[in-house]
């Protein structure tokens, strides 16, 4: 009797850790999946269904304390708000994200991807300086691994597509052209379904440089392109690329046929999801229909622009204020922290 009791004292115990190490493992698994769902999610242009999967992701990785689970689940967290014009937010949540140091070391491929992130909200926020600090820590981070993965070179190569557009913001279109002809370097040795959206984008970019330079024939061509790799997919870059459309054919006085693609571009909003490029929109369509000498439809775009404009700009720099302040503090903290460490 007493080895039967002694036998039950030790199965017991045992059963009850491998039941709880069986219902973590199936937990993580989960949310595992919920990560790829998401990840499929947000290839797809499905915003809203991101903030949704996000919020899962990270309640169901508190409550098993799954590193890997929360560092995801706030990167497309970040993401959502990214996409929504949001960056304080999106800064707040990819900093979170990048909390989780110890898995990250695994996953150098996650950890680029979220300084990528933040290079891509200082830019939107035109602070280039920091925004070019984290895409140059991204590199810095990839160029560390021995193998590359896809992901790597797509992530490497939406850095390079984001460089590209920091020179343009500052007018530099030589520095420009040589991160474009970088981005489809690499572009070109990825054999990827889901790689629509980096080759898109980068069609993008250099019908941008091409109209900037004035080459219409080749501005046509890329942005053509960029539309037949988002045919039947929702992307920003997609609505951009109809936005050049109409410019290009404002500049040619083809006015109906900038109509057809601005109307297109308007149609490709989802509520209120990227309003910096439908601001730009509405200013555009104003513009083209001073160029027709429609006074009338010309103020109605202009008053839908500066609203949308006047509210973005007021958001954008209590955000810049805000994240300048931040970064300030850190540093000071750091400097702190190094004093410190030379005292002991």
């Not at 080759?199 to 053509?224: K, M, P, T, W």
């Not at 555009?284 to 009338?296: D, F, H, P, R, V």
Request: hydrophobic content about 30%; some cysteine; aromatic content about 12%.
């Amino acid at each position: 009797m007493d080895f039967k009791r002694s036998l039950i004292k030790i199965f017991l115990p045992t059963l009850l850790l491998w039941s709880i190490s069986l219902f973590s493992q199936n937990g993580s698994q989960k949310i595992d999946e919920l990560i790829e769902n998401a990840n499929q999610l947000y290839l797809d242009g499905r915003t809203d269904a991101v903030l949704n999967i996000s919020k899962k992701i990270i309640t169901e990785s508190e409550n098993l304390k799954y590193d890997k689970g929360l560092s995801y689940g706030y990167y497309y967290l970040a993401s959502y708000y990214y996409d929504n014009a949001e960056f304080m937010e999106s800064i707040h949540h990819a900093k979170k994200a990048q909390k989780y140091g110890k898995y990250l070391a695994k996953d150098k491929t996650q950890s680029a991807r979220i300084s990528a992130l933040l290079g891509g909200n200082y830019l939107l926020l035109d602070l280039y300086t920091l925004s070019s600090k984290n895409y140059r820590k991204a590199l810095s981070i990839l160029d560390s691994k021995k193998k590359k993965n896809t992901t790597d070179s797509l992530t490497q190569s939406t850095v390079y597509s984001n460089l590209s557009y920091l020179f343009q913001n500052i007018n530099m279109p030589d520095s420009m052209y040589f991160y474009l002809k970088k981005e489809n370097t690499i572009l070109k040795k990825v054999k990827f379904k889901n790689a629509y959206i980096e080759n898109g984008c980068s069609c993008l970019g250099f019908g941008n440089y091409h109209l900037n330079q004035n080459e219409i024939d080749s501005a046509q061509y890329y942005y053509n392109k960029s539309l037949e790799f988002f045919n039947g997919k929702k992307h920003p870059c997609k609505i951009e690329s109809l936005i050049g459309l109409g410019n290009l054919h404002t500049h040619e006085k083809e006015y109906e046929k900038a109509h057809q693609y601005y109307n297109n571009a308007i149609h490709s909003f989802e509520q209120n999801n990227f309003p910096d490029i439908q601001s730009e929109l509405f200013k555009k369509i104003s513009e083209l229909y001073i160029s027709q000498g429609n006074a009338t439809q010309a103020k109605h775009y202009q008053d839908l622009y500066l609203k949308a404009h006047n509210k973005l700009d007021a958001q954008k720099k209590k955000e810049r204020d805000f994240v300048l302040n931040e970064v300030m503090k850190e540093e000071k903290a750091q400097h702190q922290n190094e004093v410190k460490k030379t005292r002991k």
